[in-house]
């Protein structure tokens, strides 16, 4: 199949960005998007240009480090997907497909179609983890805890920083990921003796990152690649009413 | 030099415990004064740097990824084994031991393996206080299931997602230590060489991936922990970009290289559907703990599976393998499997897959039941292949997925460089010949979080009083300037072929020759193979863009080179041991059964690699067994 691809070209931060236009051919409905533009980067390469900047690591979905706005929308035209599991099927032979990095004034741009998610690192930083040293556990059995809470848990720490939910955000705001990090920690036994400090540092370096604040478009939620529910903002805000009173 | 594993004095139950009690300690005042450098934050990397910077040293912590989180570890899905016998089903730290020993078919240290299995009860405690949302029952106890060559259920996971929250919790307690200044990121650092000073290991040059600038960095330890290294066959289940440059460039310094050529091919991958393909996809093995596995009876069966009736498939796996059946290990699964579609009873676009069929499993479990298992891996598998495997079976197929080989290291982890350690999968260590599944993030994790923040004391109390040499070491300056000089080499090459193509013919040669199946007159041809790809290589690779800038197509490159030469050490180690073993199955000895036919007497050793100038010279570990007396591998 051919396909008209209409792709994001920046040397780096500091210069002006544009669209440039590639016709490609030779591409088969099996191959993944990435794999599309692997393709392409072969045959710039024969011509002697510059090969897309890109990310990509695991290819399978899991690792958060693809990620690109395609036609509009991130990660590609399906909801619950990341780039690396879209495949040229989802295409026509002849579409034109517009490839952007996403855009977030927190989110710099590093080259093309690459950018910088280092603030979701330091939000991390500010508390998303127990503090306890290797070495000083008990056993395992000595904190039961239910299946609900455990699955509760396990559904929104299944989030794989991507940055979809700030790109798909028309604030770019980063609330579903830093609540899906909070509300796995704070739910938890483990959890809960710095579940205050915890949120209120982590959302304070939020703020400090220039993300936007959230007003329920809930556009984040259908793109996020981990399933995860708006409902955890919700959450993430009634527990700190609660830490501001009680914290 | 000789190869001394360092194996503690006393019984096999007391020998940690007597390695603990006598090694050197630093106190804590003067470990502030250490600076150690980890190479990698996956589940070795990060457990390592969160810990060591715990004790107090100065870590610098690397990965070529944006993030720390995105380590490979993160793709681990069906789980981690410990022996805590929740189960009540007979388990403990000896039967672990044995089974980890027997499923290496006896080519590992009965030390290093049992103190795998020591340690594996304490990881679950360790890793359930980080927050790991493992599986649990209604009365809030943790769940386990079965995996692949044993017959007792130790496994722990989180849903399809072991390995991701696994990583996630060391990613957060690195992160901790991040806030407390004790670990300094390097997120987009690649290494690329190892700097030596009088035969120690004192730091890194590294690039900058997003800048294309070059460092050094100093130290009075390196630790490499950069994962597995079977991306070497291209067509893979690890992440693209998965590499063997560190431990390579490591080698090429002067440490060991042990068994490269043991190499996991796994069962379970969807089949490759283009040749454009860049990856495989892993399936989870706990998938078999459910799935029948089964091809049809008739040859080049045209009828799709629905409409081959019960008595016309044939079930291999349990026919070969009776007691273990559809869990019979990898390495076993993975040859049955090649043995029938080499026969002509292949499924799929390309006739390069098997069934793996849930339809009895639903049955009798119901389809909930199969989805609270698998859910995700059932919607994996659609959103790849767009096929809902609850009505129609998957079609599987083996994948090259994981390194038993990897620098050789001894009972404390340090590689044949003095300060130079090596942790996770890049070291060989506890799997021997063939890892059995979920022992592996085991593995990486005890070694980062248990074992060498124990070890890396007794090094480093004799570097207190050595002298700091400065990244301004003539040394240091060297080096830099080697990488420099090679960057600029490939930059000025700019022949006619992608990187891609050339690896794409690389991971051919190796597929063929030096994967499930190999033979002397195969490995002989493959080795002159990769040689001209080498040489082919520096003649006619094509590398736009410039060394000072973000240059992915430089990065695959470099990566590339080292796979080349890695690959010529790999075919040379399956060539030189003239047996069968695990995963390692040489044509020229099987049963008249096709069964791997093991050579005690002449091989009872690890195969350990030393870089002579472009040549490889071989030394033996000859592997004791004092408590287990290796038997015929039997899975029957
Ligand atoms: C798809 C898949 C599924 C698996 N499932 C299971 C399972 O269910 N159970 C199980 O026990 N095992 C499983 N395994 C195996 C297991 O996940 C790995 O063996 C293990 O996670 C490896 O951990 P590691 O820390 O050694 O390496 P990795 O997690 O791969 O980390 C390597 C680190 O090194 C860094 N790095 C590499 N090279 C460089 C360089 N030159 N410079 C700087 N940094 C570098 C990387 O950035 C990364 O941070 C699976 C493996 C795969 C591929
Ligand atoms: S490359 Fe890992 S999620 Fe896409």
Redesign the interface.
């Known amino acids: 199949m051919n396909v008209i691809f209409k792709i994001w070209r920046q040397?780096?931060a500091a210069v002006e960005g544009y669209f440039k236009t590639y016709e490609v051919d030779g591409l088969?409905e099996?191959?993944?998007f990435?794999?599309a533009l692997?393709?392409l980067?072969?045959t710039?390469?024969?011509i002697?240009?510059?090969?897309i900047?890109?990310?990509?690591?695991?290819?399978?979905?899991?690792?958060?480090?693809c990620g690109v706005f395609i036609n509009g929308r991130a990660h590609g035209p399906h909801q619950h997907?990341t780039t690396c599991?879209l495949?040229m099927?989802s295409f026509k032979d002849g579409d034109t497909i517009v490839v952007e990095p996403w855009r977030a004034e927190a989110f710099p741009i590093?080259?093309d179609l690459?950018v910088?998610?280092?603030a979701?690192?330091r939000i991390?930083?500010?508390g998303?983890?127990?503090?306890?040293?290797?070495?000083?556990?008990?056993?395992?059995?000595a904190?039961?805890?239910?299946?609900e809470i455990?699955?509760r848990?396990?559904d929104v720490?299944?989030c794989?920083?991507c940055g979809a939910c700030v790109a798909a955000c028309k604030n770019a705001s980063a609330a579903l990921f830093t609540s899906a990090k909070i509300n796995?920690?704070n739910q938890?036994p483990?959890?809960r003796p710095e579940e205050h400090s915890r949120l209120l540092d982590m959302v304070a370096q939020m703020e400090l990152e220039n993300f936007g604040s959230c007003t329920f478009t809930a556009a984040c939620e259908v793109e996020c690649p981990a399933e995860i529910s708006i409902n955890s903002i919700a959450e993430m805000n009634a527990r700190y009413i609660k830490a501001k009173l009680f914290g | 030099m000789t190869l001394d594993a360092k194996i503690p004095e006393g019984k096999l139950e007391d020998k940690w415990k007597n390695y603990q009690a006598t090694s050197n300690l630093i106190n804590p005042a003067n470990r502030k004064k250490l600076n150690i450098i980890v190479v990698g934050s996956g589940l070795a990397g990060a457990g390592a740097a969160a810990t060591l910077a715990e004790l107090g040293y100065n870590v610098q912590c690397f990965c070529y990824q944006d993030s720390a989180r995105r380590a490979h570890s993160v793709a681990a899905q069906g789980g981690i084994n410990a022996a805590k016998n929740y189960q009540h089903d007979g388990d403990s730290v000896w039967r672990m031991f044995y089974d980890t020993l027997k499923g290496g078919d006896f080519r590992s240290r009965e030390a290093n393996t049992y103190r795998l299995a020591e340690l594996s009860a304490p990881l679950i405690d360790h890793f359930v206080q980080q927050g790991v949302p493992f599986a649990r029952e209604y009365g809030g106890v943790l769940e386990n299931r079965s995996f692949g060559g044993v017959q007792v259920k130790r496994t722990f996971y989180a849903r399809g997602q072991t390995g991701q929250q696994l990583v996630l919790a060391a990613y957060s307690q690195l992160s901790k230590m991040i806030r407390a200044k004790k670990v300094e990121m390097l997120a987009r650092h690649e290494v690329l060489d190892i700097v030596l000073i009088e035969g120690k290991a004192k730091g890194v040059i590294a690039r900058d991936l997003a800048t294309g600038e070059i460092k050094r960095f100093v130290a009075d330890a390196v630790v490499l922990a950069t994962g597995g290294y079977s991306r070497v066959f291209r067509l893979s289940t690890l992440a693209v970009g998965c590499n063997g440059s560190a431990i390579w460039k490591a080698h090429k310094k002067g440490a060991y290289f042990a068994a490269p050529s043991f190499t996991q091919i796994h069962p379970t991958a969807l089949p490759q559907t283009s040749k454009a393909q860049s990856k495989l996809t892993l399936m989870s093995e706990s998938l078999r703990n459910d799935g029948r596995i089964w091809v049809p009876k008739r040859k080049d069966d045209g009828r799709k599976a629905k409409d081959i009736p019960e008595e016309e498939r044939d079930y291999y796996l349990e026919r070969r393998y009776p007691s273990f059946g559809n869990l019979a290990p990898r390495d076993i699964a993975s040859r049955a499997a090649k043995e029938r579609i080499d026969a002509g009873h292949g499924v799929g676009q390309l006739k390069n897959a098997v069934y793996l069929d849930f339809k009895h499993a639903i049955e009798r479990l119901g389809k909930d039941t199969i989805e609270e298992r698998y859910g995700n891996l059932f919607n994996m598998y659609e959103k790849i292949t767009g096929i809902d495997a609850y009505h129609e079976p998957m079609t599987i197929s083996p994948a090259a997925h994981f390194s038993m080989g990897g620098l050789w290291v001894d009972y404390e982890l340090m590689t044949s460089i003095p300060g130079l350690y090596a942790i996770g999968e890049c070291n060989y260590s506890d799997h021997g010949a063939n890892r059995l599944g979920a022992n592996s993030l085991l593995q990486t994790s005890i070694d980062g979080y248990f074992i060498l923040p124990n070890t890396i004391n007794n090094y480093l109390a004799g570097e207190l009083g050595a002298k700091h040499p400065g990244a301004d070491h003539p040394e240091f300056m060297k080096v830099e300037s080697e990488v420099r000089d090679l960057i600029k080499k490939i930059l000025e090459v700019y022949g006619h072929r992608t990187v891609d193509d050339f690896h794409r013919e690389l991971g051919k040669v190796m597929w063929h020759e030096c994967a499930m199946s190999r033979n002397k007159a195969g490995l002989e041809k493959a080795i002159v193979q990769i040689k001209n790809i080498k040489t082919e290589f520096w003649k006619n690779v094509k590398v736009t863009g410039q060394a000072n800038e973000m240059n992915t197509e430089l990065e695959k490159a470099l990566r590339l080179a080292d796979f080349i030469e890695l690959a010529i050490l790999m075919c040379t180690d399956a060539l030189q041991r003239d047996e069968s073993c695990g995963a390692h199955f040489r044509e020229e000895y099987q049963t008249n059964e096709g069964e791997a036919l093991r050579n005690d007497d002449d091989f009872a050793y690890v195969s350990v690699w030393e870089y002579n100038k472009g040549d490889f010279k071989l030394h033996k570990e000859f592997l004791e067994f004092e408590y287990v007396q290796p038997t015929v591998r039997s899975y029957k």
């Open positions: 040397e780096h088969t099996d191959m993944s990435l794999e692997d393709h980067n072969e710039l390469v024969l002697n240009e510059k090969v900047a890109f990310e990509s690591d695991c290819r399978e979905g899991i690792c958060g480090q997907i599991q495949h099927r590093v080259k690459v910088d998610r280092s979701f690192d991390i930083q500010q998303a983890y127990i503090t306890a040293k290797t070495g000083t556990a008990p056993e395992a059995y904190i039961p805890i239910s299946k455990s699955e848990a396990m720490a299944a794989i920083g796995h920690l938890l483990q959890g």
